[in-house]
């Protein structure tokens, strides 16, 4: 038994080497052990880690994270290249950011190839139409500036971080382009929407991230290990964010259609 054991974990011992090795085509960098690859350190963000490896790497730098493989450039002469081929325009499949597309790569944020070249075109297009880079919204802009000055000095009798109006007023200007709709800086709707879509950007550095990072776990992993790791409540967020927005639009849509 013995025996059969040890030769067992050679077995695997191999296996893993074997898998963990590097290909020999990929740029000098981190690579670190089978399956959770080399995670960054918390304590340091990781644009400095990536400063530090630069010193030892050079300007393109692999570093092996979970399972995924990231290719870091740090020229900007490389990246104006990169960002210039075809080959190396696609988003990656990440679940913490999928999910808000339901698993679908569309739109501008998370579109891929003709999809989101003929989505970016529409979209110009059209907030060119309704305003954007003309005298029109440097109006809408003014509104809501004014709206903030007269909401902050209801905040200015003790010390305390920024409210949430001024959340509200960066989204009116974006809203009263795609939906002619703006709300009181000091709405209790919209300040909860916003703090639901803040809170959602933050679920993203959670645990969420080992979906990211080693993809293979998703379907292995059972509901109530996505519970447990909030995973589950971050699919509940972004449903209540398109709800949210499809109701706003719909009831936009009834009352001009009264009209």
């Not at 990781?46 to 790497?57: A, E, F, P, S, T």
């Not at 979970?66 to 290249?81: A, E, P, V």
């Not at 509104?143 to 949430?164: M, Y």
Request: glycine share 6%; proline share 5%; hydrophobic share 45%.
């Amino acid at each position: 038994m013995v025996t059969e054991a040890l030769l067992g974990l050679l077995l695997l011992g191999l296996l893993l080497t074997f898998l963990n090795k590097k290909p020999k085509d990929l740029p000098p960098g981190v690579w670190g052990w089978p399956v959770v690859g080399s995670l960054p350190t918390k304590d340091t963000f990781v644009g400095d880690q990536v400063k530090k490896l630069r010193k030892k790497y050079g300007d393109i730098i692999t570093w092996r994270m979970g399972t995924r493989i990231f290719i870091y450039l740090c020229n900007y002469n490389l990246i104006k290249s990169a960002f210039a081929n075809p080959d190396l325009q696609d988003r990656p499949d990440f679940y913490s950011i999928d999910l808000f597309n339901e698993f679908f790569k569309y739109g501008l944020f998370n579109g891929n190839g003709r999809v989101w070249q003929n989505s970016r075109r529409l979209a110009m297009r059209h907030l060119k139409d309704l305003g954007m880079g003309k005298s029109i919204m440097e109006d809408f802009m003014q509104r809501e500036a004014q709206s903030l000055v007269a909401d902050f000095k209801k905040h200015t009798v003790v010390a305390q971080p920024l409210p949430w109006s001024i959340n509200v007023a960066v989204l009116n200007v974006i809203w009263k382009l795609v939906s002619n709709r703006r709300y009181d800086v000091d709405d209790v709707e919209i300040q909860n929407f916003n703090k639901m879509i803040t809170s959602a950007f933050t679920d993203l550095q959670g645990p969420v991230i080992w979906f990211d990072l080693i993809p293979e776990v998703v379907k292995l992993v059972p509901n109530f290990v996505n519970k447990l790791t909030g995973v589950a409540k971050m699919h509940e967020k972004a449903q209540e964010i398109k709800h949210f927005m499809l109701v706003s639009n719909a009831g936009l849509m009834f009352h001009q259609s009264k009209q």
